[in-house]
């Protein structure tokens, strides 16, 4: 923290994904350096239009802050109208996926929800291909790079509305948001 703050004392520009975290991050007399940059990591081909499905995808790390188990309860809730309804987990563990997978027991969602574990890039765009909507319930986030790559795989987001997320996700329009 200590060289954190002193590499933005005395840097020239500081790059930010998100202005949620400047404003968490930043001390007010440096925000003049600031600037957001863009998180767009590369270009997508135009989707084919698919009928949606009660398909959902989440790839990130699996850790507390990521919000999962609201997500595996919210999954519950539509499995009991659209018992088809499927859920892929990607990522690394980051301290949350023996309790994750414990949770998916108890609510007796395993034959409905995949840990794929850590995946490329590329693997979890394949995954998301195979999807209609990437369920993501954060509790914090800056920019959120994973919605963002999935609304350009055609995904629907369905999203909790912090750091940016509020910015680009529209309830009605372009994901549903989960309060």
Known sequence: RLLTRLAMRLSTEIWADSQATLDGRLPFRLRHRARIISMR??????????????????????????????????????????????FDIAGPDAGDRARLELEVKQLGLDNAVRFR?????????????????????????????????????????VVTP???????????QNSIIVR
């Open 162 to 172: 912090v750091g940016e997320i509020s910015r680009y996700c529209h309830d009605g």
């Open 41 to 86: 990591t590369c270009a997508f081909p135009a989707q084919e239009f698919r009928p949606p499905q009660p398909h959902f995808v989440f790839w990130g790390r699996l850790h507390p802050q990521k919000g999962l188990s609201r997500a595996l309860h919210l999954f519950d809730h539509i499995r009991q109208h659209f018992p088809e309804a499927r």
């Open 117 to 157: 574990g850590p995946q490329s890039q590329d693997q979890a765009f394949a995954i998301g291909q195979e999807s209609s909507f990437f369920l993501q319930t954060s509790e914090m986030e800056g920019q959120s790079m994973s919605v963002a790559e999935a609304m350009q795989l055609g995904l629907v987001p």
